[in-house]
């Protein structure tokens, strides 16, 4: 109403009104950032810790910024969220994702596993079920190979609700992970109801696993965890040849992190394939 924006007006100083314009202007952008082809994906291999062989790749949204140059994830998806902006986005992720790992298998990755980040906006939404099975069918992506990253707090929100709709989702075929395990609260009675196949320990406990025993305990404690509950574990920012050593030590799956390799754009993963594979 008029009343309020009058209020609303005196509570406004110079300052506030450059964030709050400059986030209107922002979110106006984005808003547009797909369509103009301003968003991006980076993909970061996931290694098998026993083979050395790369069997996944995380797909990473960036927004190719006319001005500010590729905007990391960090910086727009929580306005995304709040905007809802994250459904179009979401949906692009997905579709470009499965796309380009339809491709890869097609040169010859034929057992690529493509990692997508769901937002719990996303995965609330009552049209997710849907749009996944659109996007398979689209693409012609194996349901298989594709694997939904949900972050441990959107899983643990609302969980007789969630228990439904991951199953749903493992009706698809699709693998489900969990992300960032270990910083929200988890109910363990809870996770062995939960249709999951993969747990991603988060890179909190990874980064000081080689100096600090308690890390390294909890680290251990969450892949006894996983394997008794028949999980694949996923090691998290991992960064060194002794974390490396370590998690292999423990048992781990897989790893994921800048010391194999950075989030890379599609043509210069596609080279580390080939030479993976030359090699
Ligand atoms: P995440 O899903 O936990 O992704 C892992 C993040 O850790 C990525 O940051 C990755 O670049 C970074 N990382 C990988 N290896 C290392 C390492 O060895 N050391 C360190 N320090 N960091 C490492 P990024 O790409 O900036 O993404 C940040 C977050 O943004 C992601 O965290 C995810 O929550 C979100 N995000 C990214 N893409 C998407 C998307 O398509 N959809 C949604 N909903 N969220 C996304
Ligand atoms: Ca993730
Ligand atoms: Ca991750
Ligand atoms: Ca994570």
């Not at 008029?2 to 209020?7: H, V």
């Not at 990473?60 to 006319?66: A, F, I």
Request: with cysteine.
């Amino acid at each position: 109403s008029k009343e309020l924006g009058r209020n609303n007006f005196q509570f406004y100083t110079p300052a506030m009104n450059d964030q709050a314009l400059e986030r209107l202007r922002i979110e106006g952008e984005l808003r547009h950032a797909v369509e103009l082809n301003e968003l991006v994906l980076h993909y970061q291999p996931q290694v098998d810790l026993h083979t050395g062989a790369i069997v996944g790749l995380e797909a990473l949204v960036r927004w190719n910024h006319p001005i500010l140059g590729m905007v990391q994830p960090g910086s727009f998806i929580s306005l995304a969220e709040e905007t809802g902006l994250i459904i179009p986005i979401g949906a692009w992720v997905l579709q470009t994702a499965c796309r380009q790992a339809k491709a890869w298998q097609e040169m010859g990755f034929t057992q690529l596993r493509i990692a997508v980040n769901l937002s719990a906006r996303q995965f609330t939404q009552a049209s997710l079920l849907e749009s996944i099975k659109d996007t398979l069918q689209e693409t012609g992506l194996e349901a298989r190979f594709l694997e939904i990253e949900l972050t441990e707090s959107s899983v643990m929100a609302d969980i007789e609700r969630n228990i439904l709709t991951l199953r749903d989702l493992k009706s698809l075929g699709v693998q489900l992970s969990v992300d960032d395990f270990g910083t929200g609260h988890s109910s363990l009675a809870y996770l062995k109801r939960f249709p999951i196949d993969t747990l991603k320990i988060d890179r909190s406990f990874v980064r000081d696993i080689a100096i600090n025993q308690d890390d390294a305990s909890i680290v251990s404690s969450i892949i006894s965890l996983a394997h008794n509950l028949k999980l694949n574990v996923i090691a998290e920012g991992v960064e060194t040849a002794s974390q490396m050593d370590l998690l292999r030590a423990q048992g781990c799956d897989e790893m994921q992190g800048y010391y194999f390799c950075k989030p890379l754009p599609s043509d210069q993963i596609e080279t580390l394939l080939l030479n993976e594979s030359s090699t």
